[in-house]
């Protein structure tokens, strides 16, 4: 596996790089010992910056991948408590992503669909009770633009992908029916599927 150990405005010694290499290399022997690549960057947040954040990305499959994040105001119990998460996710998920390996090396290439992904700025919350007052509507500046995939997958292979990659919601090609869905995380906490009607 090909292990990427960086800092954005922090200083990585060898000794954590190490400790970091080592528990990376244990969860993927233990959990798949195929995944392509991992990336574990260190990063200063909150007031004065005095916490540690660790974001961990790692690559297990075509298009799979599983991203976790942590804080605390050590290095080393921040990229503990990610990595945890990061084998928890693993744990949960390894007998369906192991069949996900297995039947993508046998097929030649998944079915996509290209796509643009935006974000969108949000405006303070000050701007929008203003604008509402003034009755002035404006819209939030695009402030991202990306290209990505559509794939076809199950409703239940969505609802994984989505948990492991930390995300909101996510779009797909339905694979029962071979309609574009969406599935996003209710303030509940259950997962919401949407599916066009027939028109």
């Known amino acids: 596996m090909e292990m990427t150990v960086q800092g954005k405005q922090v200083d990585v010694g060898d000794a954590l790089r190490e400790h970091v290499t080592g528990k990376m290399s244990d969860i993927d022997q233990k959990y798949f010992n195929h995944a392509t690549n991992a990336t574990v960057t260190f990063s200063r947040e909150g007031h004065g910056h005095a916490m540690f954040k660790v974001n961990i990305s790692v690559n297990v499959g075509k298009n799979i991948q599983v991203v976790t994040e942590a804080m605390e105001q050590d290095p080393y119990a921040a990229?503990?408590?990610?990595?945890?998460?990061?084998?928890?996710?693993?744990?949960?998920?390894?007998?369906?992503?192991?069949?996900?390996?297995?039947?993508?090396?046998?097929?030649?290439?998944?079915?996509?669909?290209?796509?643009?992904?935006?974000?969108?700025?949000?405006?303070?919350?000050?701007?929008?009770?203003?604008?509402?007052?003034?009755?002035?509507?404006?819209?939030?500046?695009?402030?991202?633009?990306?290209?990505?995939?559509?794939?076809?997958?199950?409703?239940?292979?969505?609802?994984?992908?989505?948990?492991?990659?930390?995300?909101?919601?996510?779009?797909?090609?339905?694979?029962?029916?071979?309609?574009?869905?969406?599935?996003?995380?209710?303030?509940?906490?259950?997962?919401?599927w949407i599916e066009p009607d027939e028109v």
Request: proline share 2%; glycine share 2%.
């Open 79 to 192: 990229f503990d408590l990610a990595s945890e998460k990061t084998a928890k996710r693993l744990r949960r998920y390894k007998r369906r992503l192991r069949d996900h390996h297995n039947r993508a090396e046998k097929t030649p290439e998944a079915e996509l669909i290209k796509a643009r992904a935006y974000t969108l700025a949000q405006e303070a919350q000050e701007a929008v009770e203003q604008d509402n007052e003034e009755d002035v509507h404006k819209d939030p500046a695009i402030i991202a633009e990306i290209q990505t995939h559509i794939e076809k997958m199950s409703v239940s292979e969505a609802v994984m992908r989505m948990e492991l990659a930390d995300q909101n919601a996510l779009m797909f090609r339905n694979a029962g029916n071979d309609k574009l869905s969406m599935i996003y995380l209710r303030k509940d906490g259950n997962v919401g």
